[in-house]
């Protein structure tokens, strides 16, 4: 069973830098799925960040693709997110997931992690 | 404002049958597979259709997923006071090059 666990600060200051790291196990980061960001503001839905492949290839929702960068460790078998000069509006809960075979579903979900963007 | 658009909110009885609808375009629905998530209050969404009508592996037959030119919908049958959650559906849209959702649904089960 394929488990993801988010991780990284809670807040942040305006202007600054969202750095979040997802933990994969029961599992390789190295097979044939894609990894991905989905992040929820509070009270509303959901938004999809990006995407990234063990190899290093990289999709971007083209609204957040000029601050985003996603990456991937295969050693420690975790992906991570940076999105820069964030502000209030970046206040999310934000999820790591699995993408499925075929495009596009996300069937294995970490349990999320808030981040409050405020000095 | 979501691309894909859901209902607010719907309602029904325990043991009763609701539907929930997801309305999209020819650069999202039309053209490509519908996927739908529940997200029980204060938990991560969870998959429960994949490509329109398929279901993972632990998903009871009581949900089911149809779609139709560039609509989808999905179905619960004998609800339980366990399926109150909100409820998303998810494609991809080529115009925008993004994954796209629908802005939720809340399930009420009366």
């Known amino acids: 069973q394929v488990q993801l666990q988010e991780s990284g600060p809670g807040l942040v200051k305006p202007s600054g830098t969202l750095s979040l790291t997802c933990a994969v196990s029961?599992?390789?980061?190295?097979?044939?799925?894609?990894w991905t960001w989905v992040r929820q503001p509070p009270g509303k839905g959901l938004e999809w960040i990006g995407e990234?492949?063990?190899?290093?290839?990289?999709n971007y929702n083209p609204s957040l693709k000029s601050r985003v960068t996603i990456s991937v460790d295969k050693s420690k078998n975790q992906f991570s997110l940076k999105l820069s000069s964030v502000t209030a509006a970046d206040t999310a809960v934000y999820y790591c997931a699995r993408v499925g075979a075929t495009p596009y579903y996300f069937d294995y979900w970490g349990q999320g992690t808030l981040v409050t963007v405020s000095s | 404002q979501s691309v894909l658009t859901q209902p607010p909110s719907v309602s029904a009885a325990p043991g009763q049958k609701v539907t929930i609808s997801c309305s999209g375009s020819s650069s999202n629905i039309g053209n490509n597979h519908v996927s739908w998530y529940q997200q029980l209050p204060g938990t991560a969404p969870k998959l429960l259709i994949y490509?329109?009508?398929k279901r993972p592996s632990g998903i009871p037959d009581r949900f089911s997923g149809s779609k139709s030119g560039t609509s989808a919908t999905l179905g619960i049958t004998g609800l339980q006071t366990g399926d109150e959650a909100d409820y998303y559906c998810g494609t991809w849209d080529s115009s925008l090059s993004a994954v796209v959702f629908g802005g939720g649904t809340k399930l009420t089960v009366l």
């Open positions: 490509e329109n009508n």
């Open positions: 029961g599992g390789s980061i190295s097979g044939s799925n894609w």
């Open positions: 990234i492949y063990h190899s290093g290839s990289t």
